[in-house]
């Protein structure tokens, strides 16, 4: 298991963690808006997309890790997980409805927050604020409808 004990919704929980999360995932949002703009600009789209949105996804996907650890979270890296730089595909089957965020803690204990792909159902991509901050980091967004642009859009992700 790479989780041992999951913290209770405390009232630290509700009043710091939730506000301290949506207000740094703004701040990434906004730094990203800017980067977007000056990169597209400059028809430096590769840019952004393998620089600027992996650097502000290790900085916000660390912090967010580094607030829910101090919540109380234990993590546990499998060894296999910690062999270089392989590509490693995690499922996150949602018991409980934020099982998806302790992830977030097992990549910046592995030192590979910027390195997250994840990937979303296409409707996500318009709900407003969150969407616009998934397709700003590069997810990938499956429609399940058209498998094979499903199919191409998973095997672009695994090129890189």
Known sequence: RIIRKMPHPTKVYKVVL???LVITACVGSLALLVMAMV???FGAVNFYRRHCAKFVARWWFTLAAALLEGCGTDIDAPAMMEEGDRVVVVLCNH???VDWMYFWCLAARLGRAGDLRIVLKDSLKRVPFFG???QAFCFVFLTRTNKGLDVARLAA???G
């Open 18 to 20: 939730l506000p301290a």
């Open 39 to 41: 990169c597209i600009s």
């Open 95 to 97: 018991n409980n409805r």
């Open 132 to 134: 616009w901050a998934c």
């Open 157 to 159: 992700l695994r090129r």
